[in-house]
């Protein structure tokens, strides 16, 4: 899979998710860094494919509002350790490939993932 990860979450994970195979892009590697805007960041998940990983909700209200990014995956763990955070991507990494399949916005929580749509 290919991914952009937002900057509330830490590079760390990007890394963790590119040692598993995937294509992955952190806003600490773009032009503008961790200040890349929000429009931005969905304009390249569009344009390079890429599914936006964030904890931030105003991306939620902009998938729902404006279908932007298209693709979304919503971390929505609260506070949580980077160590707790890598075992969850770990735990439901090929539910991650498949849950996009049949969606556009997913949801990972402490308890899975949940598919919005």
């Known amino acids: 899979m290919r991914f952009l990860v937002d900057a509330q979450l830490p590079r760390r994970l990007a890394d963790l998710l590119a040692r598993l195979g995937h294509d992955v892009l952190h806003t600490l590697e773009l032009p503008e860094g961790n200040r890349t805007s929000d429009k931005c960041l969905c304009d390249l998940s569009e344009s390079d494919r890429r599914v936006l990983i964030t904890k931030d909700a105003d991306f939620v209200d902009s998938f729902l ?4 990014p298209p693709q979304l995956l919503h971390v929505s763990t609260g506070n949580i350790t980077n160590s707790e955070l890598e075992a969850l991507f770990r735990t ?5 490939a498949q849950a996009f399949r049949h969606g556009r916005r997913v949801e990972l929580c402490r308890r899975g993932l949940i598919v919005h749509e």
């Open 65 to 68: 509002l404006q279908r932007k």
């Open 92 to 96: 439901h990494e090929t539910a991650l």
